[in-house]
């Protein structure tokens, strides 16, 4: 089983980012919902998944990392 920590930790970070009072309205509401919904769908999928492999892990990671680099692009 590799190790759910990166992925956890990143969905978590951004989680955190997008709740920020400091960001408010700074960040469209569309734009937060989207990580919150993709944050949700991750840790969803990490409890009916624990012995995902890394290759699973890491695409995940990489499609938070999509999605917040699109927004955080905008900002």
Same mark, same amino acid.
């Given at each position: 089983?590799?190790?759910?920590?990166?992925?956890?930790?990143?969905?978590?970070?951004?989680?955190?980012?997008?709740?920020?009072?400091?960001?408010?309205? @700074?960040?469209?509401? #569309?734009?937060? !919902? $989207?990580? %919150?919904? =993709?944050?949700?769908? /991750? +840790?969803?999928?990490?409890?009916?998944?624990?012995?995902?492999? @890394?290759?699973?892990? #890491?695409?995940? !990671? $990489?499609? %938070?990392? =999509?999605?917040?680099? /699109? +927004?955080?692009?905008?900002?």
């Amino acid at each position: 089983m590799a190790s759910r920590n990166p992925l956890e930790f990143c969905a978590f970070n951004m989680k955190a980012k997008v709740e920020d009072e400091r960001l408010k309205g @700074k960040i469209k509401d #569309e734009d937060k !919902q $989207k990580i %919150l919904d =993709k944050y949700n769908e /991750i +840790i969803n999928w990490l409890d009916k998944n624990l012995t995902a492999e @890394k290759e699973e892990l #890491e695409l995940w !990671q $990489k499609e %938070l990392e =999509k999605i917040c680099n /699109i +927004i955080i692009i905008k900002l």
